[in-house]
């Protein structure tokens, strides 16, 4: 019995070493696993990003997809795949990675925000407006996503016309940002105002132009627009009067309603006096469309010799390439009625070549993209930008830029 005691006094040492050394080498077999497993995705990382910078992105996303499934808990990586995958247009993938994220309850709040932002932004890529708008709304407004959500909707209410929900996002940015978007809810109004008179609800037309009004006071498309719906009330003295404030306030947009304005002055038989505005309007504007109605409407009211005198002058004070081409325009019909054939070649050779390059260059142009166009726009079509657009017509040589 002694002997039995003894031997497990000296075996009990042995034991506790034995299960010491077991756990210390399955602690390094552990050890040695994990090392693997980071070498393993260090690896993988720099196999991707080498292909990237190799320019071989197809490569590359299959080596960040594998580390993505070697540890699920990569978040970051799981966000740069997602944008990777929308910026190459594979929106299927990004809304699957970006989903899979807004998804997991186990993520922090910040996290979950990313994900249903980006995950709205997929859906805007893939044209499925709906659950775009599902996904923004859930993006907190306290979250560094907030403001860029709602910026993201307000952008996709203006594509969808939907002017109501986006005079509401433009609130609440205002309220977010502390910065005014009254400008561009003075348009979403007046935009409003222009479907109602379209349908010939005088009510609400009137209704969106007074809350234009009160968001820009003496907003230039809103007068416009309420001199619109005297027209269609057939109240011509208050048409002509409201847009006389343009001609005083904004005469730079005395262009936009110029044939409105002589139309409504013929038929109350004043047509002559309200084509004395527009060429008292040319000492100071003299450019662009203005330009080419006044003339047109010389030359029916008061005869070809006085447009011919008229771009004289405008030619002395401004002269443009647009008045050059008019005078010699209204030379031409003078020729041609005096039966001056020599004379006549010669000018309609010279009127051919300056209205090709007065059509060539005669563009509307975008003050903060350079979008060129040949019609005014109040949001300019390449940058989204409301009022972007001088409404004086240039002339000035082509940029690289893009136009329509």
């Not at 990382?45 to 997809?65: Q, S």
């Not at 105002?193 to 003496?218: F, G, T, Y």
């Not at 048409?239 to 005083?248: G, V």
Request: charged share 25%; hydrophobic share 40%.
């Amino acid at each position: 019995m002694l002997q039995i005691e003894t031997w497990w006094l000296f075996a009990l040492p042995i034991v506790f070493a034995l299960g010491w050394v077991g756990a210390r080498w399955d602690m390094r077999l552990e050890k040695r696993e994990n090392e693997i497993e980071r070498l393993a995705q260090q690896k993988s990382t720099f196999k991707g990003l080498n292909l990237l910078l190799n320019e071989e992105p197809d490569k590359a996303i299959d080596a960040l997809v594998q580390i993505a499934q070697l540890d699920p808990e990569t978040t970051e990586l799981h966000f740069a795949l997602g944008s990777l995958f929308r910026r190459r247009g594979e929106t299927e993938r990004a809304i699957r990675v970006h989903q899979h994220l807004a998804n997991r309850e186990d993520l922090p709040s910040r996290h979950r925000d990313h994900a249903a932002y980006e995950l709205g932004r997929d859906f805007l890529r893939a044209g499925l407006l709906d659950r775009a708008e599902t996904s923004l709304n859930r993006v907190s407004t306290d979250s560094k996503y907030g403001i860029p959500a709602k910026e993201s909707l307000l952008e996709m209410y203006q594509v969808e016309k939907d002017w109501e929900k986006a005079i509401v996002s433009s609130n609440e940015l205002e309220a977010l940002q502390g910065k005014s978007r009254q400008k561009e809810i003075a348009h979403f109004h007046c935009e409003l105002a222009e479907e109602a008179l379209r349908r010939k609800d005088i009510q609400a037309a009137e209704k969106h132009i007074n809350l234009a009004m009160q968001s820009v006071p003496n907003h230039p498309r809103a007068t416009i627009l309420r001199g619109d719906c005297f027209v269609a009330q057939n109240q011509l003295e208050k048409a002509i009067a409201t847009w006389s404030l343009i001609a005083e306030n904004h005469p730079a947009y005395l262009a936009l309603v110029a044939d409105r304005w002589i139309d409504v002055h013929k038929v109350l038989s004043k047509a002559d006096q309200g084509l004395q505005v527009l060429v008292d309007a040319l000492k100071t504007q003299a450019a662009g469309e203005l330009l080419d109605i006044t003339f047109k409407h010389v030359m029916a009211l008061r005869g070809v010799p006085q447009a011919e005198a008229l771009m004289t002058e405008v030619m002395r004070h401004t002269p443009s390439l647009s008045a050059m081409a008019l005078r010699v325009q209204a030379r031409l019909t003078l020729a041609e009625v005096a039966q001056n054939d020599k004379a006549a070649q010669e000018f309609k050779a010279s009127y051919g070549l300056l209205k090709q390059r007065t059509n060539t260059l005669a563009r509307y142009t975008c003050g903060n993209c350079g979008f060129r166009a040949r019609r005014f726009y109040w949001q300019c079509p390449g940058c989204n930008h409301w009022e972007s657009y001088s409404p004086r017509r240039g002339e000035g040589a082509a940029p690289s830029g893009p136009s329509m």
